[in-house]
């Protein structure tokens, strides 16, 4: 029989050869003028189904920071969206004593904001998902809508592996609230569409043997049988491992249930404002600094503009994928404009830019700012050096032209960085939460009021 535990000894079909890794020319990288954040996007594709017109949106998680920005950017393109969410990652500020550098008003306010400025309603909603089953199965039936934006987990892997109430608390969040919304658009008999903010590190990293596709991988099982198959799940953290079980719920409720559902496996997300949030200081997304939910180049971008050296994580040679925040709203109008069709397989896309070296990407950050790279004892249990080969055809073909790193869109997370330069705890930028006994032993010399700040 088929052993998942043997994944690694695959023949792998892949169609490109190993060194491509996306279809975006090379020479697209660095290029990218600061005003396509506003509009490189190309002409909006047909979709399936006319699917292409205005849709009623309910976005799950929509307070926080990826849902945020793609509410707004949804109603700009004239979805009706409901925001729903219970607002834990604010509560998770207080929780870990470090708000966000910038000062994001309560949703109420920011609503409010965005009907002055834009004149379109957004309708908010504060409900839990993972406990409020009936109130989430009645607000369906109320609003009909025609699609379902998944942003509703904790997303911090450092945080999923802090303690264990907090390992505890994503799991029970993270897969009670997808098993719930499965379960809710059965009981509405509503045919909603989800769409589901999942992650690259359900692959793991540099596993696949080449370039990782996009969900499903061709295989050779025993006696030379060729399939297709989801693909191996390699989870680096409590976070990931939830995502990989969201991924087997998908696959179950679509093959029970004949759900129409979508899971976009995103890389890190940079940046902090779009084109909407700009229009009001009161619509500004949040921007995480601190060693827990702080991005990788949004903490190197923070440091370097107020003099820290930057905090690479071992020897700096782990490839990630990115993507910046403005094409995150954009991928996401894009999974809704072109969802399967009833009785189709879950469809995944690899919600990705382009793949760097973090070492390489701190050196392009401290070349611009001038700061030292500071090599840090790592607190995650990882591969030291990995490569990263991603295909990302999908997006590209339905009209996505991605914004890769780029030193005008740098400058634009400086100037908020120094704008909000005093709201910044000095104290919380390294590492807080340890995989493991070893690395929390390895990192024991981390003294957090140890780092300043350039004034």
Request: glycine share 8%; net charge negative; aromatic share 8%.
């Amino acid at each position: 029989n088929f052993n998942i535990n043997e994944t690694m000894k695959f023949y792998l079909f892949l169609t490109l050869p190993l060194t491509t890794a996306f279809t975006v020319p090379t020479a697209h990288t660095f290029t990218t003028p600061k005003s396509t954040v506003v509009s490189s996007l190309a002409a909006e594709p047909a979709g399936i189904n006319g699917s292409s017109q205005p849709k009623k949106v309910i976005v799950l998680g929509g307070d926080g920071f990826c849902g945020w920005p793609t509410s707004l950017y949804l109603s700009d393109q004239g979805h009706d969206v409901v925001i729903v969410d219970n607002l834990s990652r604010r509560n998770i500020d207080v929780e870990l004593g470090c708000d966000s550098l910038t000062p994001i008003q309560s949703p109420n306010v920011r609503v409010q904001a965005w009907k002055e400025v834009s004149g379109k309603d957004i309708k908010f909603v504060n409900l839990d998902i993972a406990k409020e089953y009936d109130l989430l199965v009645q607000l369906i039936k109320e609003e009909k809508p025609d699609s379902i934006v998944h942003f509703a987990e904790q997303r911090a892997a450092p945080y999923s592996m802090k303690t264990s109430k907090t390992k505890r608390y994503t799991v029970d969040n993270n897969v009670g609230g997808s098993n719930n919304l499965c379960c809710a658009v059965i009981d509405s008999e509503v045919d909603a569409h989800i769409v589901h903010l999942g992650t690259m590190g359900v692959y793991g990293y540099g596993t696949s043997g080449g370039e990782i596709p996009e969900g499903y991988i061709d295989v050779i099982l025993p006696g030379g049988r060729e399939a297709n198959i989801l693909h191996p799940a390699y989870p680096g953290s409590v976070y990931h491992a939830t995502k990989c079980l969201d991924a087997l719920l998908w696959q179950f409720y679509q093959k029970n249930d004949q759900l129409r559902i979508t899971d976009l496996h995103q890389g890190i997300v940079w940046g902090t404002n779009t084109p909407q949030t700009v229009r009001d200081e009161r619509l500004i997304n949040r921007f995480d600094y601190d060693g827990d939910y702080g991005t990788v180049l949004n903490r190197f971008l923070m440091q370097g503009a107020m003099g820290v050296p930057l905090t690479v994580y071992g020897t700096g040679g782990q490839t990630r994928a990115f993507i910046h925040i403005t094409d995150t709203a954009r991928c996401i109008e894009i999974a809704i404009n072109n969802p399967p069709k009833a009785g189709e397989r879950v469809e995944i896309f690899n919600q990705v830019a382009e793949t760097r070296r973090v070492r390489d990407v701190a050196k392009l950050v401290a070349d611009k700012t001038g700061v030292e790279m500071n090599l840090l004892p790592n607190p995650r249990q990882e591969a030291a050096e990995n490569e990263l080969d991603v295909s990302n055809r999908k997006f590209c073909s339905l009209g996505l032209d991605p914004i890769t790193l780029d030193e005008a869109l740098f400058n634009e997370v400086t100037e908020v960085v120094q704008k909000y330069k005093h709201r910044c705890d000095p104290t919380k930028i390294l590492p807080a939460s340890f995989w493991n006994k070893k690395r929390a032993e390895e990192c024991a010399s981390l003294d957090p009021s140890s780092v300043k700040v350039k004034v």
